[in-house]
Structures are given as structure tokens and as C-alpha cells.
């Protein structure tokens, strides 16, 4: 599958993020209210992602010209990697598809029931992060084995020593989701989207800091104890901020933990039902996103060997970083506010609400994301260029990393839409479809990355793979599009499609105008920081404006909507 997402919140699926406040709106209210529900949840936690994304941007691209994009880089992003792989495996699936609608379900039951529920959850959940914080540190070794591909040498040695240190961060990162899931039940949003802030921050201080004392370009043969001990404690340091952050509203919120164990019967059994679907979901995600990763950087070494540049992990992970990023912004958002509603509706059995609560949800996520993919695809080069040609990354380094965000462009709209359907899946308690849809899309998944692996260019494996991320990803799409559309009595299709519709024609001037910037300018000035700022602000500016335009004058409801929910909030206008 994709890499796990470790700029803001932890990764896939991320730690049910969101922003304080009213969730999700109430019961019923028809769909224009649904809508409007979801519209005033998410952009309220809209503002708290956009707040970590951008913080996480700044993160990776201090990491990026700190690190470079090549062994050294390899070494760090892929043991950084380890200690969201091993939480997902064994715990973060089961927070998403689980825990919010047991609790949720719980509470509905007996308010005093679902509070000492929660502590019966919570304990479970402390002692089974340090059980696995210890184990996870002792199999550092096994774990580049398995996702470091042709490491060797000094890179290797490195690599596994900071997937030891870096497994401290398994505890820190459960702890921190399941506060965030237990918030999300109450409709307090607002400290999951925020925290993660805190912990970008210190990962800034920590690259600047890294900048300061390093010398020269620093590889795994060179570098010193010192800069190690630096980057171990600060990337571990942040982690531990963002956990610490949360308590203040957890204690607001009026969540009191009291360690108990005192399970009733039938409780683990039911936990347990449910779990076991979605840790197989998991397990297969991974089983992909272990295939990927290690071809990944199997064509990194390949690349360094051939004379080819940084053409491994590291790029493959960068752009995977941008990819996600209006994803984050608001399908996040959304499907935050959108599950505690949807599992309300889907225990009292109200599925034409679930389906009318998807529809919302997707045709508001669309409205920013078909833009988002559309200027992805065209001002590639301007974005990776901006963001990540400074320090030990070259101009040509980024032209990489856009190669491959083009390809992961593609996916953006099915990807968004696979992840909700997923949600729907959860709120009525369903694990096990999932978990076949899963085997189909981690099939396809590795099959094109093997196949990019084996019939591309060295220099275009990890393009192939990004490829190959986006036809599995549809092919998810489809897959859970057909199931649910039985089990809903349908999926309001003829609207979600009259929205896209819409949408597409209001696409094409923003990505005309787009690109005759982006030839314009780049005629002009040529390839470099100063014109690809340029482009990128003249293009994103001028081609958003034109698509707002023809999408008012296309009547998307979603589109004016939010314009007036933003000019309401300007000053002098209420």
C-alpha cells in the first residue's frame, strides 16, 4: 500500500484526528442539514489539520534538506516507519473500526456503563502498547530485514539502531490515538488535530539543529554519535510532546483514568470479533506495504549503484507525504465527524441516514480534492522544487519526488473515497468485508509493484509503484462501491454523480490555467527555486479562483456552502 503517514498524525489509518467543538451535526435534518452539519465539524477541524499539515510540511522539508534524499535519509524515514507499522499492526486498525463504535454504542447503552468502559479499554490498551514497546525494540534487526531491502553495511547498521531507539515511540503514539479516540466520541476535535503541531515543531528544531552541527553532506559512514543521539531524541521527544498535549482535554472532557480490568462478560469476546477481522485487514495492508517498501528502497540502492542519483525510499515517501495532504485536510476531517454519527445511525438501524451520511461526506471532500489532485498533477515540479530544494536535496533531487507525485495524484480522489467506504463499513460493525476488500487491493497493489520492479528503469520503479498504489486503490473504490450499494438500498449515486459532474467542468479551466502558467513561466525563467515559487503561487491562486467561479456558476451546493460559512467568519460580517 501506500507508506505510512508520519508528518502530522501517525500512520495509515491515521489516529482519528479533529477539532473541538460540535461534531457531525444532529440525527436527521434531511441531507442539505447533514451537509451543513459536516460542513461546520469539518472545517473546524479542517483549520486544526491544516495547522499540523503545514507544520508537517516544514518538518519533512527540514528533514529533507538536513537528511538529503539518499542512504542517510533511507536509513531514518525507514526506521521511522517502523514504530507506526507495528502500532497499526497490532492496534491502530482496531482504534478506527472498533473501539469509537463500541464506545459509542456503550454510552447509548448507560452513560455510567460506557465511562467505566472506557477505563476497562483504556488500561487494556496501556498494557498492551509497553508489551509491545519491548518487544518492538528487541526486533529492530528483523524489521530492516523485512522492510529495508538491499541495506547493507554502515546504512543498515544505522538503520537498525535507530529502529531500536525509534521503537519508544509505539507507547507515546498509542497512547496518543486512543485519547484521540476517546475525544472524538465526546465531539471534542479540537486537541487530536492539534498536538501533532507540537510535535512538528520540535522535528523542525531538531533537522535545524542537525544543520547547525552537521558538516559537509553526512552519510551513514559518517556520521557522528552526537548527530544520532540528536535526531533519536528529537524525533522521540515530539512523539512524547503530542501525547502529553492531549490530557489537558481528555481531563476537560471530563475522562478520568482509573486503571481497571474488570471486564464484564461477553465483553472481551465481543472486542475480540470485531478485532480479529480488522487485525487481518491490517496484516494484509502491511504484507503490501512491505513489498513496496522494500522495492523501494531495493531501487535506491540500485540507482546509487548505476550512477542514477536518489532514486529510492526516501523520494517515494516524500511525495506519498504531499499526496496525503488534502486528503488530510478535509477527508479526515470529515470522516472524523462522520463515524460517531454514522455508528449512532447504523445501531438504530437507520441506513438510509448512513447512505445520506456518505453522500455528504463524499461530495464534500470532492470539492477540495479533485482541485488538490488537478493542481498535483500539473504544478508537480513547482511544489517539490519549493518545498524540498534546499540543504544536501538538489533541484534535480525534487524533480523525483514530482515524478512520482504526479502518478499519486491519480489516486487521490479513489483513495478518499475507498477510505470512507471503509468508515461505513465500521460504523455498522462490519470488520470482515473490509478485510476481503483489503486482500484485493493489497493483490493488485503488489502485483504492479512487482511488475514495475521488474520490466521499468531504475530510475522509474518508484514511479511504477505509485502507479500501481492508484489502480489498487480504484480498484478498492469499485469493490466497496458494489457491496455497499446492496447493503445501503443504494448510494444516492445519481447526485454523488450530478456533484462530480459539476465539478469536472469547473476542474478544467483551473488546470488550463495551471499549466500555461507552469509553461509560461518555466520558458521564461527556466527550472529553480525563484520561478517554480512563482509559478506555483501564480498557478494555485489564479487557476483556484477560476474554479470557485465556474463551480458557483455550476450551482455545487458543497462549493457555496463553504464560501459562505468563510465570509461569514471575515471580519465585519458577523
Same mark, same amino acid.
Given at each position: ?52 499539515? !503545514? ?83 528487541? !526486533? ?90 540528536? !535526531? ?296 529553480? !527555486? ?45
Amino acid at each position: 500500500m501506500g507508506t505510512p503517514d508520519v508528518t502530522a498524525e501517525p500512520g495509515p489509518p491515521p489516529p482519528p484526528p479533529g477539532g473541538e467543538g460540535e461534531g457531525g451535526g444532529g440525527e436527521g435534518g434531511g441531507r442539505r442539514g447533514g451537509a451543513s452539519g459536516l460542513l461546520r465539524s469539518g472545517a473546524i477541524m479542517a483549520v486544526g489539520t491544516l495547522a499540523s499539515r !503545514l507544520t508537517g510540511f516544514l518538518r519533512t522539508a527540514m528533514l529533507v534538506a538536513a537528511l538529503g534524499t539518499g542512504a542517510l535519509a533511507d536509513a531514518y524515514n525507514t526506521a521511522n516507519t517502523v514504530p507506526f507499522i507495528v502500532y497499526d499492526l497490532l492496534l491502530g486498525g482496531i482504534l478506527t473500526a472498533v473501539v469509537v463504535p463500541l464506545i459509542v454504542r456503550a454510552r447509548e447503552r448507560d452513560e455510567v456503563y460506557g465511562a467505566r468502559y472506557e477505563q476497562r479499554l483504556f488500561t487494556l490498551a496501556v498494557l498492551g502498547l509497553a508489551l509491545m514497546t519491548t518487544v518492538a525494540v528487541l !526486533l529492530g534487526p528483523v524489521f530492516i530485514s523485512i522492510y529495508g531491502g538491499s541495506m547493507e553495511g554502515a546504512q543498515r547498521d544505522l538503520a537498525v539502531l535507530f529502529a531500536r531507539l525509534f521503537a519508544v515511540q509505539i507507547f507515546f503514539l498509542g497512547v496518543s490515538a486512543f485519547s484521540g479516540a476517546i475525544l472524538n466520541t465526546r465531539k471534542r476535535f479540537a486537541a487530536p488535530m492539534w498536538a501533532p503541531v507540537l510535535n512538528n515543531i520540535v522535528i523542525c528544531c531538531t533537522a535545524g539543529a542537525f544543520l547547525l552541527v552537521a558538516t559537509g553532506r553526512v552519510s551513514p559512514e559518517s556520521i557522528t554519535d552526537g548527530q544520532v543521539a540528536l !535526531l533519536a531524541g528529537g524525533t522521540i521527544g515530539g512523539m512524547a510532546l503530542q501525547t502529553l498535549a492531549l490530557w489537558p482535554s481528555l481531563r476537560g472532557s471530563g475522562f478520568r483514568w482509573r486503571p481497571r480490568l474488570d471486564f464484564k462478560k461477553g465483553e472481551l469476546g465481543q472486542i475480540g470479533k470485531m478485532a480479529v477481522w480488522t487485525l487481518a485487514y491490517v496484516v494484509i495492508t502491511q504484507i503490501g506495504f512491505a513489498v513496496t517498501t522494500r522495492l523501494a528502497n531495493s531501487a535506491g540502492v540500485l540507482g546509487r549503484e548505476q550512477g542514477l542519483g536518489d532514486v529510492g525510499y526516501t523520494p517515494y515517501f516524500n511525495a506519498y507525504q504531499l499526496f496525503q495532504l488534502p486528503y488530510a485536510i478535509i477527508g479526515v476531517s470529515v470522516i472524523t465527524a462522520l463515524l460517531p454519527r454514522m455508528s449512532e445511525h447504523a445501531a438504530a438501524g437507520r441506513m438510509a441516514e448512513v447512505r445520506d451520511d456518505f453522500s455528504s461526506g463524499l461530495r464534500l471532500c470532492s470539492v477540495v480534492i479533485l482541485p488538490a489532485a488537478g493542481l498535483m498533477g500539473v504544478l508537480a515540479s513547482e511544489i517539490t522544487v519549493v518545498l524540498f530544494a534546499h540543504g544536501q536535496t538538489s533541484v534535480a533531487n525534487a524533480q523525483v519526488i514530482a515524478e512520482v507525485l504526479r502518478m499519486f495524484a491519480i489516486a487521490l480522489v479513489p483513495f478518499a473515497a475507498y477510505q470512507l467506504m471503509l468508515r461505513v463499513f465500521y460504523s455498522m460493525q462490519d470488520t470482515r468485508t473490509p478485510t476481503f476488500i483489503g486482500i484485493g487491493v493489497v493483490i493488485t497493489n503488489i502485483t504492479m509493484a512487482l511488475t514495475a520492479y521488474a520490466v521499468l528503469p531504475t530510475n522509474k520503479i518508484i514511479v511504477g509503484i505509485a502507479g500501481g498504489f492508484a489502480i489498487a486503490q480504484t480498484a478498492g473504490a469499485v469493490l466497496g462501491w458494489a457491496i455497499l450499494r446492496r447493503r445501503l438500498g443504494g448510494m444516492d449515486g445519481r447526485r454523488i454523480f450530478v456533484s462530480y459532474l459539476k465539478l469536472a467542468v469547473a476542474l478544467w479551466p483551473l488546470i488550463g490555467f495551471a499549466y500555461a502558467t507552469h509553461a509560461v513561466v518555466d520558458a521564461a525563467l527556466g527550472a529553480g !527555486l525563484a520561478s517554480g515559487l512563482i509559478a506555483l503561487v501564480a498557478g494555485s491562486v489564479g487557476g483556484g479562483l477560476l474554479y470557485l467561479v465556474f463551480a458557483r456558476m455550476m450551482r455545487v451546493e458543497e462549493v457555496g456552502s463553504m464560501l459562505s460559512m468563510v465570509t461569514r467568519r471575515l471580519p465585519g460580517r458577523g
